[in-house]
């Protein structure tokens, strides 16, 4: 029971990453039907430009760890955002209009520049980073002598991901820019004929993209402390599955797909193997995809007339 | 007001518009009858820039609109209510009516939403339902409500009758000319309800196979032996 308590609130640790990484697959695909295989590695520039950014701060001698993380955070947003925009720009818009597997190749190529181009600029060694968020909080003891605990560092990037998904789902449901991304993601010829900037929209769709997977980067290099450039390979597939597996297109799903993907990953390292949880991982996606394509929140695709 | 010279249109290898002219003046109900597949609705589309035309000119109060992006059309005062309504069917009707607005002043969107609903009573009950669940007529009176948030000073209509109950087609063109007389807008129609378009409408055009063969006053086409042989005989007279 308290092993199943400590693996629940590590599953939900990881589950909050894959999230917010979810999110990108997701939104994007709803509204340009098309797999952006480069948004892993976005979320992976997001852990380095996270980790450049707590290198700086430790220089400027900037040292309360809330102000930090609070500077770290807002740039590593705002500068992968512009890495998701230039993307976008680079090498999807020119392809619109193109037949459909044109992106999608195109976006493998992104996906491979950018592991190549972060290896090259930032060398390949893994990237500590000493811990900045310490301390745990003892839950309780069992009579066996195990302590559950949660540490600071999981209540704030649990807390931080229920913030930002609900800043996230607020936009999507009552601003006029998330009207116009439902609007492009259910008719977008139709967006474009009441006036909206369909490029602009999308272009904004990868921005917002881009900042959440920020975030799960700026997370993950909290959270494990090393990174190189090759963890947005794995990471990237993972929050895809559980794109997937929460039924692409779906923005809860999404959330919930990359809840699940991180308990069952936790679980399975905890009761059976760490070494195979990413098989476990895989063949979700592959029972997924067998038996219920459409995802546990998807709607099945209908032929627009 | 609106002004097409020369227009060709393709889609693919097809060409679907084979230089067409027509020509819409301030506060006119002008309409364009023909058969299916004639090219009617490529042609509202063309003047919308989806798809853009491969040849000519479109003249939007003397601005060259040929070449401008979708939404900047929209934004000098043309909305269109498309082929098959396209309504965003998983928005409430408020949500299809807030993106009818977009281009519009969002200070007015009060007194527009109020205009919308007073035209259709219907939208008001239903303007938290979904569109998709709506049924055929209602879900064509928010394909024009939602145009008309959009205060356009041109509003292109396609098909407003299809497939609705005749008691409903009459409403709808009750309204179109209540539109055009009351609140100055001009309108271009195209219709397969040739009878019903041509009595509204103040001109018309016949389309065939993506050229005009055929144009003059809603009166006289009515009138036309050719125009009652191939659209009217056996249908709504």
């Given amino acids: ?305 | 007001m609106l002004t097409v010279s020369g227009v060709h249109t393709f889609y693919g290898n097809i060409e679907a518009l084979k230089g067409v002219d027509i020509e819409v003046g301030v506060g006119e109900i002008v309409t364009i009858i023909g058969a299916n597949g004639a090219g009617k609705s490529t042609l509202l589309m063309t003047i919308c820039g989806r798809p853009r035309a491969a040849r000519g000119r479109i003249v939007f109060e003397g601005r060259d609109i040929t070449h401008m992006p979708t939404f900047e059309i929209v934004r000098l005062g043309i909305a269109q209510s498309p082929e098959g309504r396209r309504i965003f069917p998983r928005m409430t009707v408020l949500e299809n009516l807030q993106m009818g607005a977009t281009v519009a002043d969002p200070s007015r969107f009060a007194d527009d939403l109020e205009r919308v609903f007073t035209l259709f009573p219907i939208l008001r009950q239903r303007q938290n339902q979904r569109g998709g669940t709506l049924s055929g007529g209602e879900q064509q009176m928010l394909a024009i409500g939602r145009a008309l948030m959009a205060r356009p000073r041109l509003l292109l209509l396609d098909e407003p009758s299809l497939g609705l109950a005749p008691l409903v087609v009459k409403q709808i063109f009750e309204v179109i000319r209540e539109i055009n007389e009351q609140q100055k807008v001009t309108v271009f129609l195209v219709e397969q309800n040739a009878f019903h378009a041509l009595k509204l409408a103040h001109r018309g055009y016949v389309m065939q196979t993506g050229r005009i063969t055929l144009a003059g006053t809603g009166r006289e086409l009515l009138a036309n032996k050719e125009v009652r042989a191939a659209y009217l005989e056996g249908g709504h007279a």
């Fill in chain 1, 1 to 305: 029971m308290e092993y199943f308590v400590q693996q629940l609130i590590n599953g939900l640790t990881l589950g909050a990453i894959y999230g917010l990484i979810a999110i990108g697959y997701t939104m994007v695909y709803g509204i340009i039907g098309m797999i952006n295989f480069a948004h892993g590695e976005i979320y992976m520039i997001g852990a380095f430009v996270s980790i450049i950014g707590f290198l700086v701060m430790g220089l400027a001698g900037i040292t309360w760890v809330p102000l930090a993380l609070l500077i770290v955070l807002v740039c590593t947003m705002v500068v992968t955002a512009l890495y998701g925009w230039t993307v976008e720009r680079l090498a999807y818009r020119p392809l619109r209009g193109s037949f459909r597997l044109a992106p999608l190749i195109s976006a493998i190529g992104m996906s491979i520049f950018l592991q190549n181009y972060v290896q090259l600029t930032q060398g390949a060694r893994v990237k500590p980073l000493q811990p900045i968020v310490t301390g745990v909080l003892p839950l309780f003891t069992s009579p066996g002598g195990f302590t559950v605990q949660i540490s600071y560092l999981q209540i704030f990037i649990i807390l931080l991901t229920v913030v930002l998904m609900a800043v996230f789902t607020y936009m999507i449901a009552a601003t006029p820019l998330g009207r116009s991304q439902r609007a492009c993601q259910q008719d977008l010829g139709m967006a474009a004929l009441v006036g909206v900037d369909v490029d602009r929209t999308i272009s904004l769709t990868f921005v917002t993209g881009a900042a959440l997977a920020a975030v799960a980067g700026f997370m993950v290099t909290l959270y494990y402390g090393v990174i190189d450039f090759y963890i947005g390979f794995l990471a990237g597939i993972k929050a895809f599955t559980a794109a997937v597996l929460g039924g692409i297109g779906s923005l809860p799903g999404a959330m919930l797909g990359g809840l699940l993907i991180g308990l069952i990953e936790a679980f399975f390292s905890g009761y059976f193997s760490v070494e195979y949880k990413d098989v476990a991982v895989f063949i979700m996606l592959v029972l997924v995809l067998i038996f219920l394509p459409t995802g546990l929140l998807g709607r099945p695709e209908v032929e627009k007339v």
